[in-house]
Structures are given as structure tokens and as C-alpha cells.
């Protein structure tokens, strides 16, 4: 008997330890850790009272309460948000993150939430037809740094790429004449234009569309399956399209129309 309770002592000393699932660890702490730029309206922004709001915001908001939590956000630049997910700094990045080759190997990301396409933003006095990437050889080009159109626009040789901190800064510097075109997501460009007062319009799309979904550390897949079934519930129960319909005026789940 005491050579077979050694046995079962041993037996469980040499049973690895496994990690807890991020959805146990979310359930437990009674907070979803969320990440975003804080300044990308209107997907997430401070109104003028300083305080988060925009779509990403509400539906980081409504995922957490059907997770059985609250959510908790931290802001910072685009640039630093994957590496701090990577560092565990936070669960999850809500803020249009589209989901690349590159990123699924780094990251799990839940099913997507939108579907967009590149756009290219001008003067409201433009007289050249910059119909592709191909057109702005030999121009200046805006836009935010570390997003996957900064990888889009380099892959064209010949663009000269400027990055900037965020639209406010790129659309000034377009708008006095510092560069020929901007470049961003089809979805926030009509917000931004409207909200900058600036003499700028959309131009024409350009690129594949794109899907951005929500990342989170690789193998959790009660988190996963967890978000993602809170997302579907979303869809069914037409919650996700009143997020979407107040912020964009469409269901932005849907791919866009062909223009």
C-alpha cells in the first residue's frame, strides 16, 4: 500500500502543469483587457468629454458582458498595440486589426467582424486620376504607421511612403499640399474627412478586400470558441448590425459594395 501511494505521488509530481485557457482567466478576473488606439474614429475615440466611445468600443463592451465580464481598455499607438498583446500586456486588440498571413502565425484571431477594402484619400481640387497604387509613382503617400497598407503601398516600387501617428496628422499634411494622396481603411475614411473639416475627399479604391478580426495569444481555444459564439449570437440577434448601422450606417460584416 505505501509503495503504491509513492507510486501515485510520483505518478502526479511528473504530470505536466497546464496553462490555464485565457477564457478561464478572463472569467476569473473579472475583466476583458482590451487594447486600441483610442484616436481611429469612428471605430474608437475620446468624445469631448474624454471619454471611449465609437463602435469598437461598444462591441468590445457587449462581447465582454456576454463573456460574463467587464471590459477594461488601455489606448496607445497602433504602432505598439500587437507587441503588447505579444507581451501579455493585455487579452485582446480590437482596432480594425486585419488578419494577415504574417499575424496567424503570431496570433489566433476570432472569426471577422469587418470587411473593407483600401481607399485612397485627395484634394477636393485634384485634378490627376490616381486610379491605383501604380499611379502614385513618383508621389508622396500618407498614412499610419505599422498598418498593413504601409506593407501595401512599399510593395509598389517607386511610392514615397510617409507615416504618420494617426489620420488627424496625414490628412492636415495632405490638405496643405505635403503629399499628393492618403491611404486608409474604406470604412473610417467618411468619418474622418467629415470630422477633420478639411478640404479632402475619397478616392478610389485600390488593393484585395480585407477582413480584420480580433487577435489574442495562440492556443486558447475556449476563448476563441467563446468569442466567436458571442459574435454569432450578435449577428442573429441583430445586435452587431445596430452597433454597426450607428456608427457607419451599414452592416459593416458584409463585404462592401462594387463601385
Do not use: C
Not at 500586456?89 to 499575424?103: E, H, L, M, S, Y
Not at 488627424?168 to 467629415?194: C, H, T, V, W
Not at 479604391?205 to 480584420?212: D, F, M, T, W, Y
Not at 449570437?233 to 448601422?245: C, L, P, Q, R
Amino acid at each position: 500500500m505505501k509503495k503504491l501511494a509513492l507510486l501515485v505521488i510520483a505518478a502526479a509530481i511528473s504530470v505536466p502543469a497546464f496553462a490555464a485557457d485565457l477564457l478561464d482567466t478572463v472569467k476569473s478576473r473579472g475583466e476583458l483587457k482590451v487594447a486600441l488606439e483610442g484616436s481611429y474614429p469612428p471605430f474608437n475615440f475620446k468624445d469631448k468629454q474624454g471619454q471611449l466611445t465609437g463602435f469598437e468600443v461598444e462591441l468590445a463592451r457587449e462581447l465582454a458582458r456576454r463573456l460574463g465580464v467587464k471590459a477594461g481598455f488601455t489606448t496607445g499607438e497602433w504602432s505598439g498595440l500587437l507587441a503588447g498583446l505579444q507581451a501579455g500586456k493585455f487579452d485582446v486588440v480590437i482596432n480594425q486589426v486585419g488578419i494577415t498571413d504574417a499575424r496567424q502565425k503570431v496570433f489566433d484571431f476570432s472569426e471577422p467582424y469587418t470587411i473593407s477594402s483600401a481607399q485612397l484619400i485627395v484634394r477636393k481640387n485634384e485634378t490627376r486620376n490616381f486610379k491605383s497604387l501604380d499611379d502614385l509613382k513618383g508621389k508622396k503617400l500618407g498614412l499610419g504607421l505599422g498598418t498593413n497598407y504601409a506593407d501595401m503601398a512599399k510593395a509598389v516600387a517607386g511610392i514615397d511612403v510617409k507615416t504618420y501617428p494617426g489620420a488627424p496628422e496625414y490628412l492636415q499634411d495632405l490638405a496643405q499640399g505635403r503629399l499628393d494622396a492618403a491611404l486608409n481603411d474604406s470604412l473610417m475614411i467618411p468619418f474622418a474627412i467629415k470630422e477633420s473639416k478639411l478640404p479632402v475627399k475619397p478616392g478610389a479604391a485600390v488593393g484585395e478586400v480585407s477582413k480584420s478580426g480580433i487577435p489574442f495569444a495562440k492556443g486558447n481555444p475556449q476563448f476563441k470558441a467563446a468569442i466567436d459564439k458571442a459574435l454569432f449570437e450578435m449577428h442573429k440577434d441583430g445586435s452587431f448590425a445596430k452597433i454597426s448601422k450607428k456608427w457607419f450606417g451599414i452592416d459593416v460584416s458584409k463585404a462592401p459594395a462594387a463601385k
